[in-house]
């Protein structure tokens, strides 16, 4: 029996068919198809990180269920999504926090081979803070009507396909969170702690337990705001219409610099793009972080000099 009506559902097919929404747009249209069954908006209710003095702002409520959409996710993303979990949950107890995808990011969309999914799905999934993570607008309409808590049972279907992984080369002595990171670095620029934070290793204090926050997991904290303040809701290369840009990597190259999109995040420059809300330049066929994300000639000419 489909719980969802047949009006809805058409609205939902529609709405799928729809590859590409200006900002908010698909957010709006599934607080739409979730005000019938008591979704409402949020976006006014904020809470402040301690760390980096940053608000975030909540998209939507259904009781006391706390809910995040976004169309996709990637490395920034899932950082600010995971900080956002802790911070509201702190502030809410008694609360569950769900995250709403429209889609998975990697591999166009189509995700892994597997199963659809990628890693930030699986990072999310396997977060305390996080009690679901669902894709498509069908999956999300599902939930607003009748709430399911099946975290397990998706974790458990992840912790099957891993099985294979970290039976190969003498791996399964190796604890899952040291795996991830080892296998990120090989094809990511992204800072292994970072990494391991945004995962949310066991064996690592959370950014949001204040009273075990040292010195350098608060920097770390920092490089992340500064991170989701170039990338977040970055434009991609096809939305720039033939305007010149350089990646990391050339940036780098042209002032004998490494190539490593980290150091770039901490620089001057970078400093002066984030004072004046200047954003980076995303290309989603790259596989490095280095060679995605890109800086518009015209930026690099106004602030370049801060780099060399």
């Given amino acids: 029996m489909n719980l969802i009506p047949d009006i809805i559902m058409k609205k939902i097919t529609s709405l799928a068919q729809i590859e590409r929404h200006h900002s908010g747009e698909w957010e709006n249209e599934i607080l739409e198809l979730g005000e019938p069954y008591g979704v409402v908006d949020a976006k006014k209710e904020r809470v402040l990180d301690p760390l980096t003095d940053k608000w975030f702002e909540l998209d939507a409520r259904l009781g006391d269920i706390l809910i995040e959409l976004t169309t996709s996710c990637g490395d920034t993303k899932e950082a600010k999504i995971i900080r956002e ?41 396997k977060h305390p803070d996080i009690d679901n993570v669902l894709v498509g607008e069908e999956e999300i309409i599902k939930f607003f009507i009748k709430p399911t808590w099946d975290k397990q049972e998706k974790i458990n279907k992840l912790k099957n396909k891993n099985k294979k992984i970290l039976s190969n080369k003498g791996e399964s ?65 096809s939305d720039l219409k033939g305007e010149p840009t350089q990646s990391i990597r050339q940036l780098a190259e042209t002032h004998g610099k490494q190539a490593d999109l980290g ?37 690099i000419d106004k602030y370049g000099h801060h780099y060399s």
């Avoid at 926090?97 to 990072?123: Q, T």
């Avoid at 620089?267 to 060679?291: G, L």
């Fill in 85 to 125: 979990a802790t911070l509201f949950k702190e502030n809410n107890p008694g609360s569950k926090f769900v995250v709403c995808l429209k889609r998975i990011k990697s591999n166009k969309g189509k995700g892994r081979v597997s199963d659809g999914k990628d890693s930030h799905y699986d990072h999310l999934i």
């Fill in 173 to 237: 002595n190796m604890k899952f969170d040291q795996l991830v990171i080892r296998e990120a670095m090989k094809t990511s620029d992204m800072d292994p702690v970072s990494f391991l934070l945004a995962y949310g290793s066991s064996n690592t204090t959370y950014v949001g337990d204040m009273n075990n926050v040292s010195k350098a997991e608060k920097r770390r904290a920092r490089q992340i705001d500064r991170r989701v303040s170039l990338c977040e809701n970055a434009l991609t290369i």
């Fill in 263 to 299: 150091k770039f995040i901490s620089s001057a420059m970078a400093t002066r793009m984030i004072e004046d809300k200047v954003k980076m330049v995303q290309d989603t066929d790259a596989k490095y972080d280095r060679d995605r994300w890109h800086i518009t000639q015209s930026v």
